[in-house]
């Protein structure tokens, strides 16, 4: 039986076989310790798993499955760091979220409620960092099959400065 009790856990678990696009079987805890709160929790898996692999239905995944796959896909770069940062404030609009639930309402709020906080610049590296891993989670990983679409501030020029004849 794929639903079973281990020696290190009051909860019972569930081992669901392979399916096509994975590497390994589904082991997971339930989360509960009552035996029929097991089953009904194995049975929604055992049907969303046969959904998968016979009908096409993809897996819902969510804003945080997404980020901790981005930051194991970008240790490189040398923002890595402020990454972090940026996602930890966005936690609080899209932790818990659905990446299919996540759309340009939400991303409108976000925007403008950052922009509040600080420049429309910095609020630009917010979007920009939201909007890379929704597409990455929609063209690489093939999670989502669309991603809002938003536009980011209006930012300043910057500052244009010539050099003197001495420098």
Same mark, same amino acid.
């Given at each position: ?22 590497s390994k079987p589904l082991q997971q805890s339930t989360g509960t310790a ?23 239905? %993809? !897996?819902? +995944?969510?804003?945080?499955? #997404?980020? &901790? =796959? @981005? ?5 490189? %770069? !040398?923002? +890595?760091?402020?990454?972090? #940062?940026? &996602? =930890? @404030?966005l936690d609080s609009y899209l932790g818990g979220k659905y990446l299919d639930e996540i759309d340009r309402t939400l991303i409108d ?59």
């Amino acid at each position: 039986m794929s639903l079973y009790r281990r020696k290190d856990s009051p909860y019972w678990w569930v081992k669901l076989p392979l399916i096509r696009g994975e590497s390994k079987p589904l082991q997971q805890s339930t989360g509960t310790a009552d035996k029929r709160q097991a089953q009904q929790v194995h049975d929604q898996l055992a049907a969303a798993r046969w959904e998968q692999e016979r009908l096409g239905v %993809k !897996a819902r +995944h969510t804003w945080e499955e #997404a980020v &901790l =796959r @981005w930051l194991l896909e970008t240790k490189h %770069k !040398a923002t +890595h760091e402020g990454d972090k #940062a940026k &996602l =930890r @404030w966005l936690d609080s609009y899209l932790g818990g979220k659905y990446l299919d639930e996540i759309d340009r309402t939400l991303i409108d709020r976000i925007k403008f409620d950052r922009e509040k906080m600080s420049s429309s610049a910095t609020a630009n590296r917010y979007l920009a960092l939201t909007r890379a891993i929704l597409r990455w989670a929609c063209n690489e990983w093939e999670w989502v099959d669309k991603v809002p679409k938003f536009k980011l501030f209006r930012e300043s020029e910057g500052r244009v400065r010539s050099l003197s004849m001495q420098e």
